[in-house]
T-cell receptor, first 116, second 111 residues
Framework: NAGVMQNPRHLVRRRGQEARLRCSPMKGHSHVYWYRQLPEEGLKFMVYLQKENIIDESGMPKERFSAEFPKEGPSILRIQQVVRGDSAAYFC??????????????FGAGSRLTVL | KQEVTQIPAALSVPEGENLVLNCSFTDSAIYNLQWFRQDPGKGLTSLLLIQSSQREQTSGRLNASLDKSSGRSTLYIAASQPGDSATYLCAVRFQNNQFYFGTGTSLTVIP
């Protein structure tokens, strides 16, 4: 049972380009969370999605950032017109459906975006 | 507002010492609390999960406790080793299904 898979692991973009980060949750997990970690800072929540639904996007910047979790395929975090301040590690996590206290949050290895 | 706080922000101890990391949260309506470890430049590794109905969980030299009524959890590390050096994060799953993270405790174990 593969864990949470994120790709690419490292991505370099020039200012103004687009970045697309992908996350495949663990098998059986239908909840996906994206977090951003800036250098020397903690994890900041960005968005929480279930299949075909954005549940909470209160942590997403209002412009240039979008996320989706389609019925088929991975969740995608898209950053348009990247700027240097977008350079960070972006982590995806998934958990099973339902409100059980036994539901564990499992993280991917992260995608490290560098904007030149 | 749901918040998670961790103290201390950084801790340095000599090898062999027992130590305690603290996590506090503002809302007792939780599903669970999870402790993670993060090594520099790496992802997060889950260490222990405590469900809201549980008081503690143990794994090897690690013991995590939960006091939901006071909004606190502690992670106890026994007989610390240099390999324990990392940042330790606690995450609380509130009943809105949202996970909130503390800012972490950076632990250095000195050989």
């Amino acid at each position: 049972n593969a864990g949470v898979m994120q790709n690419p692991r490292h991505l370099v973009r020039r200012r103004g380009q687009e970045a697309r980060l992908r996350c495949s949750p663990m098998k059986g997990h239908s909840h996906v969370y994206w977090y951003r970690q800036l250098p020397e800072e903690g994890l900041k929540f960005m968005v929480y999605l279930q299949k075909e639904n954005i549940i909470d996007e209160s942590g997403m910047p209002k412009e240039r950032f979008s996320a989706e979790f389609p019925k088929e395929g991975p969740s995608i975090l898209r950053i348009q017109q990247v700027v240097r301040g977008d350079s960070a590690a972006y982590f995806c996590a998934s958990s099973p459906p339902g409100g059980s206290g036994a539901n564990v949050l499992t993280f991917g290895a992260g995608s490290r975006l560098t904007v030149l | 507002k749901q918040e998670v706080t961790q103290i201390p922000a950084a801790l340095s101890v000599p090898e062999g010492e027992n130590l305690v990391l603290n996590c506090s949260f503002t809302d007792s309506a939780i599903y669970n609390l999870q402790w993670f470890r993060q090594d520099p430049g790496k992802g997060l590794t889950s260490l222990l999960l405590i469900q809201s109905s549980q008081r503690e969980q143990t794994s090897g030299r690690l013991n995590a406790s939960l006091d939901k009524s006071s909004g606190r959890s502690t992670l106890y590390i026994a007989a610390s080793q240099p390999g324990d050096s990392a940042t330790y994060l606690c995450a609380v799953r509130f009943q809105n299904n949202q996970f909130y993270f503390g800012t972490g405790t950076s632990l250095t174990v000195i050989p």
